[in-house]
């Protein structure tokens, strides 16, 4: 008994010693070829791994060729350095240097290299043959038996443009990561072949639905190759597992700020990646002139393509000088009431404002249900308010029975930032029970708190939902005139999007 005890024992701590052999780090960071940008590395090199290693991504990317004699070879280009790799004997490679005195890696050297440490995956990308699909897929197998005999299998996944040698993979190591490059397969197709995920451009994720899809088959999500801030964050924000980048310090830095790693989980977007009018199931329009209550001198158009336009990322709301009914200007005022409301959360829209005096553009929210009585008793949220006598300034404001403009009363507060019209700015709120907080480009600038005296100074405890509008003139925005050579005037908007907790 003893003795069948002792054995029991032994396995159990061999096989928690061996659950525990690896760590691998948890982060969608991929270092595209190796981490080799900020340090001028070498692309596809031994340095460039080990960076990526140092820097804590969870995979480094590279990419395998095969040698006219059958060695298989490390980089991006079908070319080294002026020779063919397919053509050439690994010999004459060998003739060649990198910029930091490396040669040409070898898969076996770069494989042995990436098992000294056991918390950066290895992703290899098998390159398409130039000179034959047989080719390829003889490359393939090869790829295989190199991780298998040197023991690398659990440190290495795999990810190429041609889905054959995806399949191929499969077939050799059926419990292998693979992901599929090019962007024209289906997520439906990929799950049947028993690929376990799609690694495609970042724009093919940008088509409504995709990472929703893949998820719900059970697909993982990578994108390449994203270097630029607005396309990590909107990766970030989708939690997509993984993002290939050039720039891995960069996104490292951008996963710290991005409202998912606050505990956000997003609840609503739109991107605006569609062209035309903005889309039905999420926009409806409020119509009409008659001042709106603050005097406004626009005619808010019906989804009218002069004043509202999605393009090239874009929702552009424009005001312009043209008549209608008994009014000198059109523009649009967009909102999502009935289409998506809300209470609590994080608003946060990113938007170019348009630049003139007379403008009054805004991003703001009201009660769905005006549970409390019409306005103000019911309360309303102006995540960003700007008029174009007051250059460079935006206000945060929330307007409630006690709080309100109409006595004099509002709360909120300006705030100068740098150039509002030509460069795109953050403007969000956080909205707990307890308090509201403002921001703009995540630096909080203003917060009102719950006094907890009931409705009349705390209305927001019921579904709001959200308006984009360019007004023109009014009892703010008109307080000095309007210029009408300022006209057409346009705001940007390049995403809205909703988290909660």
């Given at each position: 008994?003893?003795?069948a005890?002792i054995?029991?024992?032994m396995?159990f701590m061999?096989?928690?010693a061996?659950?525990q052999?690896f760590?691998?780090?948890?982060?969608?960071v991929?270092a595209?070829?190796?981490?080799?940008?900020?340090n001028?590395?070498p692309q596809?090199s031994?340095?460039?791994?080990?960076?990526?290693?140092?820097?804590?991504?969870?995979?480094s990317?590279?990419d395998v060729?095969?040698?006219?004699?059958?060695?298989?070879?490390?980089n991006?280009d079908p070319?080294f350095?002026?020779?063919?790799?397919?053509k050439v004997?690994?010999?004459e490679?060998?003739?060649?240097?990198?910029t930091?005195g490396?040669?040409i890696?070898?898969?076996?050297a770069?494989l042995l290299?990436g098992?000294?440490q056991?918390?950066?995956?290895?992703?290899?990308e098998i390159?398409p043959?130039l000179?034959?699909?047989?080719?390829g897929?003889?490359?393939?197998?090869?790829?295989?038996?190199?991780?298998?005999?040197?023991?690398?299998?659990?440190?290495?996944?795999?990810?190429?443009f041609d889905?054959?040698?995806?399949k191929?993979i499969?077939a050799l190591?059926?419990?292998a990561?693979?992901?599929?490059l090019?962007?024209?397969?289906?997520?439906?197709?990929m799950?049947?072949?028993?690929?376990t995920g799609?690694?495609?451009?970042?724009s093919?994720y940008?088509?409504?639905?995709?990472?929703?899809?893949?998820?719900?088959?059970?697909l993982?999500?990578?994108a390449?190759t994203?270097n630029t801030?607005?396309?990590?964050?909107?990766?970030l924000?989708h939690?997509?597992?993984?993002?290939?980048?050039?720039?891995p310090e960069?996104?490292?830095e951008?996963i710290k700020?991005t409202p998912?790693a606050?505990?956000w989980?997003?609840?609503?977007a739109?991107?605006?990646n569609?062209?035309?009018?903005?889309?039905?199931?999420?926009w409806?329009?409020?119509v009409?002139?008659?001042g709106w209550g603050?005097?406004?001198l626009?005619?808010y158009?019906?989804?009218d393509?002069?004043n509202?336009?999605?393009?090239k990322?874009n929702l552009n709301?424009?005001?312009?000088?043209?008549?209608k009914?008994?009014?000198?200007?059109t523009s649009a005022?967009?909102?999502?009431?009935?289409k998506?409301?809300?209470?609590?959360g994080?608003?946060?829209v990113r938007?170019?404002?348009?630049?003139g005096?007379?403008?009054?553009?805004?991003?703001?929210a009201?009660?769905?249900?005006?549970k409390?009585?019409n306005?103000?008793?019911?309360?309303?949220?102006d995540?960003?308010?700007?008029?174009?006598?007051d250059p460079?300034?935006v206000?945060?404001?929330?307007?409630?029975e006690k709080?309100?403009h109409?006595?004099?009363?509002?709360?909120g507060?300006?705030?100068?930032?740098?150039?509002p019209y030509?460069?795109?700015?953050?403007?969000?709120?956080e909205?707990?029970a307890?308090?509201?907080?403002f921001?703009?480009?995540?630096q909080?600038?203003f917060t009102f708190n719950n006094?907890k005296?009931g409705?009349?100074?705390?209305?927001?405890?019921q579904n709001?939902h959200?308006?984009?509008?360019?007004?023109?003139?009014?009892?703010?925005?008109?307080k000095?005139?309007?210029d009408?050579?300022?006209f057409?005037?346009?705001?940007k908007?390049?995403y809205v999007?909703?988290?909660?907790k």
């Amino acid at each position: 008994m003893k003795r069948a005890l002792i054995s029991a024992c032994m396995v159990f701590m061999f096989t928690s010693a061996f659950a525990q052999k690896f760590n691998w780090n948890k982060n969608q960071v991929i270092a595209h070829r190796g981490a080799w940008k900020k340090n001028n590395f070498p692309q596809n090199s031994i340095a460039s791994l080990k960076e990526a290693v140092r820097l804590g991504c969870y995979g480094s990317e590279f990419d395998v060729w095969m040698t006219a004699d059958h060695v298989l070879v490390i980089n991006h280009d079908p070319e080294f350095q002026g020779l063919t790799i397919e053509k050439v004997n690994y010999a004459e490679l060998l003739t060649k240097t990198m910029t930091n005195g490396e040669k040409i890696p070898t898969l076996e050297a770069y494989l042995l290299e990436g098992k000294k440490q056991k918390t950066t995956k290895l992703i290899l990308e098998i390159k398409p043959s130039l000179i034959s699909k047989e080719r390829g897929i003889e490359v393939t197998n090869k790829c295989i038996e190199m991780v298998q005999k040197l023991k690398a299998v659990e440190w290495t996944e795999y990810i190429s443009f041609d889905y054959d040698y995806c399949k191929r993979i499969l077939a050799l190591l059926p419990k292998a990561k693979v992901a599929y490059l090019k962007g024209d397969i289906s997520a439906e197709q990929m799950k049947a072949d028993k690929l376990t995920g799609a690694d495609y451009h970042y724009s093919v994720y940008q088509k409504d639905n995709w990472i929703e899809n893949a998820k719900k088959l059970g697909l993982t999500v990578n994108a390449w190759t994203v270097n630029t801030v607005p396309e990590m964050q909107w990766l970030l924000a989708h939690q997509v597992e993984y993002i290939t980048t050039n720039e891995p310090e960069l996104l490292f830095e951008e996963i710290k700020k991005t409202p998912v790693a606050q505990g956000w989980k997003l609840k609503w977007a739109d991107e605006f990646n569609d062209a035309g009018l903005p889309l039905t199931k999420n926009w409806s329009y409020d119509v009409g002139g008659k001042g709106w209550g603050n005097k406004e001198l626009q005619y808010y158009t019906d989804a009218d393509s002069a004043n509202v336009l999605v393009k090239k990322g874009n929702l552009n709301i424009t005001a312009i000088k043209a008549d209608k009914e008994a009014n000198q200007y059109t523009s649009a005022r967009l909102v999502t009431k009935n289409k998506f409301d809300f209470k609590y959360g994080r608003v946060e829209v990113r938007a170019m404002l348009p630049k003139g005096r007379g403008l009054w553009p805004a991003i703001w929210a009201l009660p769905t249900d005006f549970k409390y009585g019409n306005w103000p008793k019911s309360g309303e949220i102006d995540i960003m308010e700007h008029v174009g006598y007051d250059p460079d300034s935006v206000h945060g404001t929330v307007h409630t029975e006690k709080f309100n403009h109409v006595i004099k009363t509002q709360v909120g507060k300006a705030l100068k930032i740098d150039n509002p019209y030509t460069e795109y700015h953050v403007y969000a709120i956080e909205w707990f029970a307890d308090r509201i907080d403002f921001f703009v480009d995540d630096q909080k600038y203003f917060t009102f708190n719950n006094t907890k005296k009931g409705s009349g100074d705390w209305p927001f405890d019921q579904n709001f939902h959200l308006i984009l509008n360019v007004a023109v003139g009014g009892g703010w925005g008109g307080k000095k005139g309007v210029d009408d050579t300022i006209f057409p005037a346009t705001m940007k908007v390049d995403y809205v999007r909703v988290f909660q907790k």
